[in-house]
């Protein structure tokens, strides 16, 4: 059993925005012509609830959202406040690694945003099998897809994004997290299942209206990095000099790419 790594509802609360602003828009029509009312949502590692608070109003009514995650104080936060088009909210404390088809019953839509790029290969393939299991169509928001681009540029932008991308990738506690990896990943088992498959670029673009979550990213993103490759720790502190400076006075634009991917029984 995996160690949970815990997850802060302020850095949910900074991201949520630019999540909303981010996510295919495209791909949430097609998901909600693929549901009926009644509807049953379930979002699997919901965190405090940012992806229902943005897909609830996009899809038919009455809905029952049910919100799994491992750590029960943002269950308690997500649950606490849910959007009015929603009649009910359940929730569900648990490793995503032990997810069944049984634990998905009476699925409409299976959603996970910002999450698959954090798992292992194996928890992947047993959310597409309990998918699939249920036949239940599935929305995956906002996985990294790898690609960061920073304006201005900056010659250690390859370098910390490449010992970030393998930090991503890295081994921990027995299992191997996917990454970037993940969609292809995903889109390859739910393919292999006979099933459609459709993804969409949802990039984060900041710039100087968003200078706190700019500058959180920008630390998260070379701290992974540094841990990665120790080697780069000297780099780094100049590296981040130079860049909050630009955080400062407005002059940093980040483009951090992510992929939404679309699954439904043909
Ligand atoms: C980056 S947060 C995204 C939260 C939310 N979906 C959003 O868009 O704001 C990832 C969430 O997945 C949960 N999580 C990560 N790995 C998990 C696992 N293996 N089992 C259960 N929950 C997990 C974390 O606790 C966290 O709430």
Redesign the pocket.
């Given at each position: 059993m995996?160690v949970?790594?815990p997850?802060s509802a302020d850095w949910?609360t900074l991201?949520?925005e630019a999540?909303a602003a981010s996510r295919s828009r495209s791909l949430a029509r097609r998901a909600s012509h693929l549901v009926h009312a009644p509807v049953t949502v379930h979002?699997l590692?919901?965190?405090?609830g940012?992806?229902m608070r943005w897909l609830a109003p996009r899809l038919p009514s009455p809905q029952t959202w049910v919100l799994?995650?491992?750590?029960a104080a943002?269950l308690a936060h997500a649950a606490a406040a849910p959007p009015g088009s929603v009649a009910a909210v359940l929730t569900r404390v648990?490793?995503?690694?032990t997810l069944r088809a049984e634990d998905l019953a009476g699925a409409s839509l299976v959603v996970?945003?910002?999450?698959l790029d954090?798992?292992s290969a194996e928890?992947v393939e047993a959310i597409v099998a309990a998918c699939v299991g249920v036949g239940a169509p599935a929305l995956f928001a906002?996985t990294v897809d790898g690609d960061v681009a920073l304006d201005p540029v900056d010659p250690g932008d390859r370098v910390f994004a490449a010992a970030f991308n393998d930090h991503q990738r890295r081994s921990a506690e027995d299992r191997r997290l996917l990454g970037p990896d993940a969609v292809a990943v995903a889109a390859g088992l739910f393919r292999a299942a006979g099933w459609s498959v459709r993804t969409d670029s949802s990039p984060w673009r900041l710039g100087d209206r968003e200078p706190a979550l700019v500058a959180e990213w920008l630390e998260g993103w070379v701290s992974a990095a540094v841990e990665e490759r120790p080697a780069l720790t000297e780099w780094a502190g100049e590296y981040l000099r130079t860049r909050r400076a630009q955080v400062l006075t407005g002059r940093l634009r980040v483009v951090v790419h992510h992929r939404d991917l679309l699954a439904w029984p043909s």
């Open positions: 995996s949970v790594i997850v949910l991201r949520e999540d979002d590692g919901s965190g405090t940012a992806m799994h995650d491992w750590n943002l648990g490793h995503l690694e996970t945003s910002a999450l954090v798992l928890e906002l």
